[in-house]
């Protein structure tokens, strides 16, 4: 697994209102789609996404409580590393919350919990831009 | 506010099997200092760190349930920074629950929780290099 932190996703209750209020702070977003905004940032990408889209992607139960609402994506260039890196972290203790499969964007991901609960979320999204560190980029530009 | 995020701090019981976790993984520490590591990635920090520290130190009630013990912190260049951005993420409907203050670390921060409780510092740190996109070097080289 490479040192990288893709995405950041924010889960939120109303998509708008957080857009709103990281728009009053001087963010513009650089894609948006899906109900889904994203912030191009320093290599990582800051994302604002509905919070139950955002755990019944990641297969996380919202009710069993622990999660803040917030998931770490890491990116790679390939389906068979998505997988890798998922056997590595069940190695290490992690849990699986997402099995590698398919997602609804056409890409290939997988979602695990490390030891405190922390999610992550390993992705290879063809319709990313991936550089060498591991850095998405949603802008194109 | 740049669109930048400096440092991802996973707030963790135990330092050291969350530490041997990412380093089953493959990410090898910059830094390790007063039990807090520091994983230098793409740009972004990744910290391990208590998370009762984590919670006294940006002013999280961690009683009082929402939040997951992650937090993004937001490194500037200068204190009057710091002020600027908390007044406007006051200004924005953020709840600060750190007003800006000197830290342990000889920085000055701030903290503010944003509408759907996910925690942000605005920090300057003397001690870490800042790059022009807000990213933040721990390793220094």
Request: hydrophobic content about 40%.
């Amino acid at each position: 697994m490479k040192q990288s932190i893709s995405l950041v996703t924010l889960g939120v209750a109303d998509v708008e209102r957080s857009a709103a209020f990281y728009r009053a702070l001087g963010w513009m977003p650089a894609m948006e789609i899906q109900e889904t905004v994203f912030f191009q940032a320093n290599g990582v990408v800051l994302v604002l996404w509905g919070r139950d889209k955002l755990a019944e992607d990641m297969g996380i139960d919202d009710t069993r409580g622990g999660w803040g609402g917030m998931a770490l994506a890491h990116n790679v260039g390939s389906r068979e590393e998505v997988e890798a890196i998922t056997d590595d972290a069940r190695k290490a203790g992690a849990t699986i919350t997402r099995e590698p499969a398919e997602t609804f964007y056409g890409g290939y991901a997988a979602g695990f919990r490390d030891h405190d609960g922390h999610h992550w979320e390993v992705a290879h999204n063809p319709g990313f831009g991936l550089r060498p560190d591991g850095s998405v980029e949603i802008s194109g530009d």
